[in-house]
């Protein structure tokens, strides 16, 4: 058995993941000596972005390494590989650009996010069952 579409979203999704936490690195390092609310807030949206791909990616690229051991066909994973990836951009984009606040392209990520996780939860089950 072999995850080689997964591996490929494994990793830019990781390379995503290095570097929400790159940023955070930066603004901790910034602000360590720094008092002032904007720039904290600055700070807590960069901890939250990275730890919001953090809560997802986990359990999402195992679903895709599932999905593709129980058959799912490459057509299939590369869209839900994909739409992944897009979802986390979209989230990261729409939450450091407006600083944690509510946004579209924010709220898009997640739902998007949450609607590839659903397809290949049901997929494996199909093919598992």
Known sequence: MSFEITAIYSALVA?????????VSQLR??????????????M????????????H?????VLLALAESTG???GFMHLMGSLFLLS?????WGYTT?????SKMRGAG???NWLVIVIVALNILINAI
């Open 15 to 23: 390379l995503l993941f290095v570097g929400l936490a790159a940023r």
């Open 29 to 42: 390092i910034k602000f360590a000596r720094s008092t002032d609310n904007e720039e904290l807030r600055s």
């Open 44 to 55: 807590d949206v960069a901890i939250r972005a990275h730890g919001n791909i953090a809560e």
């Open 57 to 61: 990616a986990a359990l999402t690229m």
């Open 72 to 74: 799912a066909g490459a």
């Open 88 to 92: 986390r951009l979209a989230h990261a």
């Open 98 to 102: 407006n600083r944690g606040k509510a």
């Open 110 to 112: 997640a739902g998007l």
